[in-house]
């Protein structure tokens, strides 16, 4: 089960020490992928690719952009070519990777990062930790101020759906 969570940006995900009760959810945008780093030796990984954009960040209503956009319409929402937007498919990845992780007996460690450690790995990180009654540790030159708005939506929407 998930016992403690954390939340990184790229540098420090890198410096984490390999092990078998970490496990790790990797998200970056398209021009962020070559740094992605080796995340072999970690106990289980999830790799996804969705830039740090929402709603409210390009003035529109909260929820108002489709759960599930079309190639056309993540080309409108997203900021650069080949960039994806937040889906609730990526949601149902993350909800059901958390289960199976937290369904397991042996304590683990839950790392989140995101290239800056501000927005996407923190409402992942800060949502895992309500859902699942886990501590989250916020380090000292962190802030869940800034947790994606639209993450969390989406989280909130695929747990409720399952």
């Known amino acids: 089960m ?3 969570i954390k939340f990184y940006d790229i540098s ?3 410096k984490l020490k390999r092990r078998s009760d970490t496990v790790v959810i990797s998200v970056l945008d398209v ?3 070559a740094a992605r780093p080796k995340l ?3 106990g289980g990984v999830l790799c996804l ?3 740090d954009t929402y709603e409210e960040g390009k003035l529109a209503s909260p929820g108002s952009w489709p759960d599930n956009p079309t190639a056309e319409e993540h080309v409108t929402l997203a900021q650069g070519k080949g960039e994806r937007v937040p889906t609730l498919d990526d949601a149902n990845r993350i909800v059901g990777f958390l289960r199976e992780q937290h369904a397991k007996n042996q304590p683990l460690k ?3 990062h995101c290239y800056g450690g501000i927005s996407r790995s923190a409402a992942i990180a800060q949502w895992a930790a ?3 009654w886990v501590p989250l540790t916020v380090l000292p030159h962190q802030s869940l101020d800034y947790a994606n708005p639209r993450v969390t939506r989406l989280l909130d929407k695929a747990v409720n759906r399952k």
């Open 49 to 51: 690719q969705f830039e």
């Open 2 to 4: 998930i016992t403690d």
């Open 130 to 132: 309500l859902y699942f």
């Open 40 to 42: 072999g030796g970690f």
């Open 31 to 33: 021009s962020e992928l």
């Open 12 to 14: 420090r995900i890198k």
């Open 110 to 112: 839950l790392a989140v």
